[in-house]
């Protein structure tokens, strides 16, 4: 059995020390970075520059979330400065499996998000052309809000075509992560699980990403710890 993935999310982190917060974390599995444009949410963050600093900065996988207009334009460069993952917003793209080619080709994994109030069922025919689906908890645009527990229903119906061999994905959800929180979505077949506040918010973000590890495992079907 795999283990509960754990992805730190720097938006949480304090921005005047971020190298040494991606050291805080030491056993995660993702670094979560959210970039954000003032245009497909309302909200300003950091950018490519920063993303290519945190990769020379850290050997933790960067999982970057693109909270952008056009993808297509600039979701593969995010690729090409070496994130592991770069995941686009289906409610962004007219044609999310061309940006996912692009993401592929450029050296990433490729990821689809989907907002709270968005359906899955109109995308579950293209999962197969991605490596990762990001199920939002939490209206895009700022941390610290709370999970969204309806829309564990769309990890749920993911996980039975991952489970079935229809689908070979991950499965990840990103808002209001913490420990509350966490055992309800490794219940719906979450793998991937972004936290914000609950890790950079503890006095040590090391344990509490072990913490949030062994909780998801508990609950899970699918996954365990050692």
């Known amino acids: 059995m795999p283990t509960p993935m754990i992805a730190p999310s720097i938006l949480s982190a304090d921005f005047a020390r971020l190298a040494e917060e991606t050291q805080a974390v030491t056993g995660a599995d993702w670094l979560h970075v959210d970039v954000m444009d003032a245009h497909f949410v309302p909200n300003l963050t950091l950018g490519l520059p920063v993303v290519q600093s945190l990769i020379k900065a850290t050997d933790i996988p960067i999982d970057c979330h693109l909270m952008i207009e056009d993808p297509a334009i600039w979701a593969p460069p995010y690729a090409e400065a070496g994130a592991h993952n770069v995941t686009f917003h289906a409610e962004a793209s007219?044609?999310?499996?061309?940006?996912?080619?692009?993401?592929?080709?450029?050296?990433?994994?490729?990821?689809?998000?989907?907002?709270?109030?968005?359906?899955?069922?109109?995308?579950?025919?293209?999962?197969?052309?991605?490596?990762?689906?990001?199920?939002?908890?939490?209206?895009?645009?700022?941390?610290?809000?709370?999970?969204?527990?309806?829309?564990l229903s769309k990890a749920k119906a993911v996980r039975k075509l991952v489970d079935s061999g229809e689908l070979r994905l991950i499965v990840e959800i990103d808002g209001g992560i913490n420990e509350d929180t966490v055992a309800a979505a490794a219940e719906a077949g979450v793998d991937c699980f972004v936290a914000g506040s609950a890790v950079y918010g503890t006095a040590d973000p090391a344990q509490a990403v072990r913490s949030l590890r062994a909780k998801a495992a508990e609950a899970s079907a699918h996954l365990s710890v050692g």
């Open 94 to 151: 007219d044609d999310p499996i061309a940006v996912a080619r692009d993401i592929r080709a450029a050296g990433a994994k490729a990821g689809l998000s989907v907002k709270p109030g968005t359906p899955i069922e109109p995308y579950l025919e293209i999962l197969r052309d991605f490596d990762t689906l990001l199920v939002m908890s939490v209206e895009p645009g700022f941390g610290g809000q709370s999970f969204m527990p309806e829309v």
